[in-house]
């Protein structure tokens, strides 16, 4: 399985790689990189967005296909030495001292190398106060991360906020994620027979097994390039809205499970929520473009904070002293 660090990775020797050998074709380099020809020119046409500030033409990485061969017309600037200004040193220090502290991370040893070498160059700059800590409970994270590098089994107890109930259920971790304000575990559930993604500050209680993970070959990884981890199952609320014109930009945002359009301007839009308290945030952040039709109990909280929110105006204001 190839990961995003893996890419990273490849991205980042593939334009010195090409200068140093204009003309290779796409098949050789593939086979260089033990990769296909259309992972080579996925990684090609990614390049391309790649530059210095302005990112116009002029500024971005360029390439030219002749036949079957590609050439670097434009490193933007890749070749000459890496100078980087005190801040710029202190964030890249911060970024791997974050990164050697994920757990999961594939090479770990090369982040210690590279943080030691910045570090050695930064001087005293370095010995700034800086304090890296993954969100989540620090102990919890440390077990998992020993888990996912030895590639053991987990029993959880686990507290479902949807449901407001804790379960234990036998896991095969996969890896651990840094999401935001979160940190997650993601494992083959042998309960749900399916990929889930556990929050660390949720997960009262872990036991590493003796009996290695066994992960199927049909998981597949999360998807994290949207920036959100949410993915909707059938056990998640069902919410049903009408919406206006100004806010059909959901069904492009949100994953829907249908999207009826009306006659007239409104449509009926349904998708899983990860549970009504969001939902009814959503739902008061649209405003008057929004009206719920299902479930009741989310058409009362929002109606019950609405009306919250309009008596607020009717108080009086207090005078100034």
């Known amino acids: 399985m190839t990961t995003s660090v893996d890419r990273l990775g490849r991205l980042l020797n593939l334009v010195p790689y090409l200068q140093a050998r204009p003309g290779i074709t796409l098949a050789e380099a593939a086979e260089d990189h033990d990769i296909t020809e259309r992972q080579l020119r996925d990684d090609l046409e990614l390049l391309w967005l790649c530059g210095l500030p302005g ?121 651990v994620l840094v999401v935001g304000r979160w940190a997650y575990l993601e494992a083959w559930c042998r309960r749900a027979q399916a990929v889930r993604l556990f929050r660390v500050d949720r997960i009262d209680a872990s036991t590493e097994l003796d009996e290695p993970a066994r992960v199927p070959v049909q998981a597949q990884p999360t998807d994290t390039r949207t920036g959100t981890l949410f993915r909707p199952t059938p056990d998640l609320p069902l919410i049903t809205l009408r919406v206006g014109r100004g806010a059909r930009w959901i069904t492009e945002q949100y994953p829907c499970e249908e999207v009826v359009r009306g006659a007239g301007e409104h449509w009926t839009v349904s998708l899983r929520a990860s549970d ?46």
Do not use: C
Not at 96 to 121: N, S, Y
Not at 288 to 296: F, K, Y
């Open 55 to 175: 990112y116009g033409p002029g500024d971005l990485i360029d390439m030219a296909f002749i036949g079957d061969g590609v050439t670097v017309t434009y490193d933007a600037g890749i070749d000459r030495p890496l100078r980087l200004t005190p801040d710029e040193a202190l964030a890249l220090i911060v970024a791997l001292r974050m990164l050697a502290e994920t757990p999961g991370v594939a090479q770990r040893d090369g982040v210690h190398r590279a943080l030691a070498k910045i570090e050695h160059a930064a001087g005293d700059l370095a010995d700034a106060p800086v304090a890296v800590r993954l969100p989540g409970n620090a102990d919890r994270l440390e077990e998992l991360r020993g888990a996912v590098e030895r590639r053991h089994a987990l029993r959880i107890t686990y507290y479902t906020a949807t449901r407001d109930e804790t379960t234990e259920r036998v896991v095969d971790p996969m890896r």
């Open 276 to 321: 009504l308290d969001w939902a009814r945030r959503m739902v008061l952040g649209l405003g008057a473009e929004v009206s719920v039709v299902a479930p009741p109990e989310l058409a009362a909280s929002v109606a019950q904070e609405a009306q919250a929110a309009l008596a607020a105006y009717d108080a009086p204001v207090p005078a100034l002293p």
